[in-house]
Nanobody, 117 residues
Framework: QVQLVESGGGLVRPGGSLRLSCSTS????????MEWYRQAPGKQRELVAS???????NYADFVEGRFTISRDNAKNAMYLQMNSLKPEDTAVYYC???????????WGQGTQVTVSS
């Protein structure tokens, strides 16, 4: 059973920073891609950042250099460092992974990020 568990969300003021974490129950190296998505109230879920097993990470245009996605293979964890947060970054952030076995997709339960003064 593959499980993804996010943590690190919270309330932060505009301009502040947060680091989200996603822990995996399986060797993170065996995920073809690990991603962060977000979903704001009344909006569709959207891709924030993607970390392929091989290759460079990719970011949505709205990130504008403010976020950094990374993996720690030794800890089976993925992170999203978010700086210069804006109110429009407020959303539930989800960890998503595609495991090499059957290219099965897995989601975490989400963590709330609220950017407000």
């Amino acid at each position: 059973q593959v499980q993804l568990v996010e943590s690190g969300g919270g309330l932060v003021r505009p301009g502040g920073s947060l680091r989200l974490s996603c822990s995996t129950s399986k060797n993170i190296f065996n995920f073809l891609v690990m991603e962060w998505y977000r979903q704001a109230p009344g909006k569709q879920r959207e891709l924030v950042a993607s970390s392929p097993r091989y290759g460079d990470p990719n970011y949505a245009d709205f990130v504008e250099g403010r976020f950094t996605i990374s993996r720690d293979n030794a800890k089976n964890a993925m992170y999203l460092q978010m700086n210069s947060l804006k109110p429009e970054d407020t959303a539930v952030y989800y960890c998503h992974g595609v495991h090499y076995q059957g290219t099965s997709e897995h989601w975490g339960q989400g963590t709330q990020v609220t950017v407000s003064s």
